[in-house]
């Protein structure tokens, strides 16, 4: 798979860590950074992730900061993604199979690595199931206010 992974300051080491997991995995993984722990804005890199995943450069997205919040909340502002934050495996799959979520956002401040890798590992394992999810899903990025 392609997976673009990026994230903030507080989350490079996390980056790290899974980029390498990944890789390890046989995935091709893009590195949007950033590549130090100097101070960054996490809506930068959300918006950079955003944009490969919606133009289909990369099947999915890693999104990492220190809570996962304001990185996800910056991924969803692009109707074609949609991030799911998540702190353990069952949330992941369940990201994947009833919201066809496309980015995994994690907050390297409380997740720990090998949770972090067991979210990916179910997220990526995971199928989106369709039928009565699919039209719910279509309505995420086509919304009828």
Known sequence: MRIAIASDHAAVELKAELREYLIEAGHEVADLGPDTADRVDYPDYGYKLASVVADG??????????SGI???IAINRDPAC??????????AALAREHNDA?????GARLTGVD????????FLSTEFGGGRHAGR???LSNPSF
């Open 82 to 91: 949609r991030c799911a934050l998540v702190g353990e495996p069952l949330s």
């Open 102 to 106: 496309n980015v995994i956002a994690m």
């Open 57 to 66: 450069t990369v099947q999915y997205g890693v999104a990492l900061c220190g």
């Open 137 to 139: 899903v279509e309505k």
């Open 115 to 122: 949770m972090a890798k067991a979210c990916l590992d179910a």
């Open 70 to 72: 304001g990185i996800s």
